[in-house]
């Protein structure tokens, strides 16, 4: 057997190659000199010429799925840059001299007077919780503090009118839920160690002192749930939950 029968024959040997969480694929023909009724998968062993097929469907499944495990790498280090941003500056969403004191709210904002705040009740994007605040500060808000008893029944109620505005996508975040499962972040969290309120433009964070926990919460699940959400399932009373899942929110401003 000559070198390049045995290369040829090695190579239809090396049948899965696998990278992290990738599989590539590479058919080829079992040898001979000729080429004609030769099918080549491109693949990162052979670029895309003399005549090699397209991905087939597991390899295009399977480089979408290492697309998404780079998303989510680059979620995760962005959820980094916000924890090393908090612990230098103390909190997520400082002043740092941005505000504007409102006297009226902007366009889509609901003005509760006897709160003498803004809401602009987020029922169509789903964000992490650092997105939110984010999406909220860019508005020249803040994710919703809850100080008081009767701006959390409000809020609750205000959620209830709004009947099926806030009907939940299930398939992005629990797919097969219920609406049960519904919920929106509120700008509670647990990051610096201690409950409280993430800060923006005219709001400073703030230590949290009314709390309404729904039974058994906050239980901070595997030491990873430190965001804090009004759930559909208690009621609309608080719990805690994972930041980087994605859900709907309410913004803040405080006139």
């Not at 505000?99 to 003005?111: A, L």
């Not at 009907?167 to 919920?183: E, F, I, N, P, Q």
Request: include cysteine; charged fraction near 20%; hydrophobic fraction near 35%.
């Amino acid at each position: 057997m000559n070198g390049f029968s045995i290369c040829t024959l090695l190579l239809q040997l090396v049948s899965i190659y696998v990278e992290g969480q990738k599989t590539t694929f590479l058919e080829g023909p079992l040898g001979g000199d000729s080429r004609e009724n030769e099918q080549w998968i491109c693949s990162p062993f052979r670029p895309a010429v003399d005549g090699c097929k397209d991905m087939s469907p597991m390899e295009a499944d399977l480089q979408k799925k290492q697309q998404e495990i780079n998303e989510l790498k680059a979620s995760l280090a962005k959820l980094q840059e916000d924890l090393n941003t908090l612990k230098t500056t103390g909190g997520i969403g400082n002043n740092s001299g941005s505000c504007q004191k409102r006297t009226v709210c902007p366009d889509g904002f609901y003005f509760n007077e006897q709160l003498q705040s803004c809401y602009l009740f987020q029922y169509v994007t789903n964000a992490t919780w650092f997105e939110s605040n984010a999406f909220c500060n860019a508005m020249g808000a803040h994710l919703v503090s809850i100080e008081t008893a009767e701006e959390h029944t409000w809020l609750v109620q205000k959620i209830k009118d709004d009947g099926s505005a806030y009907k939940y996508r299930l398939d992005t975040v629990w797919h097969g839920g219920t609406d049960d499962m519904y919920a929106l972040w509120t700008g509670g969290s647990m990051l610096t160690g201690t409950f409280g309120w993430a800060g923006g433009p005219c709001f400073d964070p703030k230590v949290g002192t009314f709390t309404k926990w729904a039974p058994g919460q906050p239980d901070n699940a595997n030491g990873k749930e430190q965001c804090t959400l009004l759930w559909a399932a208690m009621n609309f009373d608080w719990g805690d939950w994972y930041c980087w899942h994605r859900m709907h929110f309410i913004c803040e401003i405080d006139l």
